[in-house]
């Protein structure tokens, strides 16, 4: 008699288990990530949980993997995610559950002075408005807790399908903003160095703010040919000597009005330089490391009216919005982009894949349950 109400609390604590766990993949350390089960979050005040159905590695999670991005052990990554509202909770106001919802790399509060300021991406602080995966379990996971959620949970229209939305994220909205915050105008020419993912969604904000001319710059014929098909006029490789030249050549000998940096490089940092034009913008979207220089000559020696800009990809659900507005008024199409897909079961595999830029990989769709 006396053992029975052990084996009932037993029963109970497991079915408990395995209702409230969900797969996830953890960080443990520098080249050391893996699916695990881990607890389902709860929302607490002002958040709310969604249920994940698409997601994506991004480069940033590569920099993570390889240790060169330090994030702490046993934290899930990822930072973009499609999913239904599963739970939400006090203090959210106009959502249901089963709502279909984007929501962007960058959670910003919306209240702070950075973001009353207009900079969403440094929420409180220096990049600050990058949480998921950075400072909070992120979104390569069954369940993601999403805080501030009234800021940053965007509805789906409904003829849009996951795919549709999934790259607005984060690289579709980090690549339109080189090209907003470089102040691209009507008629202006643009060069994109590096036409990765990013770089790709550049080369479109540049041809939807209406560069004339788009100059790529990149190496990779599979690449050089999908920046050719989003709007770059012509590619130059990286390689040749003559580039700068050669860029300087199709714009009349004065060089472009906004550079794109995509990479992250010294290399490319220095070939947008030097390809811009007296008073011309260079539009930073790499993450560096090291020590980053200025070439002085193409810089004139500082007085060349030249301007640097940078941007974190620009989040919250205004954003989020307005860029579905574009895939749903049928400006902008990155289904093109999305070249693979794994479940998320066998994430690492599409690690490995996206890591070794293997089979033409541009993005990897990462799907979720089902
Ligand atoms: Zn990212
Ligand atoms: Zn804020």
Not at 42 to 49: I, L, N, Q
Not at 153 to 175: F, Q
Not at 313 to 341: A, F, Q, S, W, Y
Request: glycine content about 12%; proline content about 5%; charged content about 20%.
């Amino acid at each position: 008699m006396a053992t029975a109400p052990v084996l009932e609390k037993e029963i109970r604590v497991t079915t408990k288990r395995a209702t409230e766990t969900m797969n996830a993949l953890v960080f443990r350390a520098p080249h050391q990530i893996g699916i695990e089960q881990v607890p389902i979050p709860k929302p607490g005040y002002g958040e709310v949980v969604i249920k994940v159905s698409l997601t994506t590695i991004c480069g940033t999670d590569l920099h993570i993997l390889r240790g060169e991005y330090p994030v702490r052990s046993g934290l899930i990554i990822g930072h973009e995610a499609v999913g239904r509202i599963h739970e939400i909770g006090p203090g959210v106001t106009g959502y249901s559950v089963g709502d279909r919802v984007l929501v962007g790399a960058i959670t910003p509060c919306g209240q702070c002075e950075f973001c009353l300021d207009g900079h969403l991406a440094q929420c409180g602080g220096a990049i600050g408005g990058w949480r998921f995966g950075n400072t909070i379990n992120g979104a390569q996971a069954e369940y993601l807790l999403v805080p501030y959620a009234q800021a940053n949970l965007a509805k789906i229209p409904s003829e849009l399908r996951d795919e549709h939305v999934l790259l607005l994220a984060d690289i579709a909205s980090t690549g339109f903003s080189a090209a907003e915050s470089g102040g691209v105008k009507i008629g202006d020419s643009v060069a994109v160095f590096a036409e990765g993912p990013i770089g790709l969604c550049a080369t479109i904000g540049a041809r939807l703010r209406g560069a004339a001319l788009i100059i790529g710059v990149e190496g990779d014929g599979f690449r050089k040919s999908l920046a050719l098909k989003l709007g770059a006029n012509f590619v130059f490789d990286p390689t040749d000597p003559l580039l700068i030249e050669k860029i300087k050549k199709a714009t009349s000998g004065k060089g472009v009005d906004v550079a794109i940096e995509a990479l992250g490089l010294q290399e490319t940092f220095e070939g947008a330089i030097r390809s811009i034009k007296p008073g011309g913008t260079l539009s930073s979207l790499g993450i560096y490391s090291g020590k980053l220089s200025i070439p002085i000559e193409p810089f004139a020696t500082g007085l060349g009216d030249h301007k640097i800009v940078t941007t974190l990809c620009p989040g919250g659900k205004e954003r989020m919005r307005r860029l579905m507005e574009l895939v749903r008024r049928h400006r902008v199409d990155l289904i093109p982009l999305l070249t693979h897909n794994f479940p998320l079961e066998r994430i690492t595999e599409a690690y490995e894949l996206f890591g070794s830029r293997k089979d033409n990989v541009i993005k990897v769709a990462i799907r979720v349950g089902n």
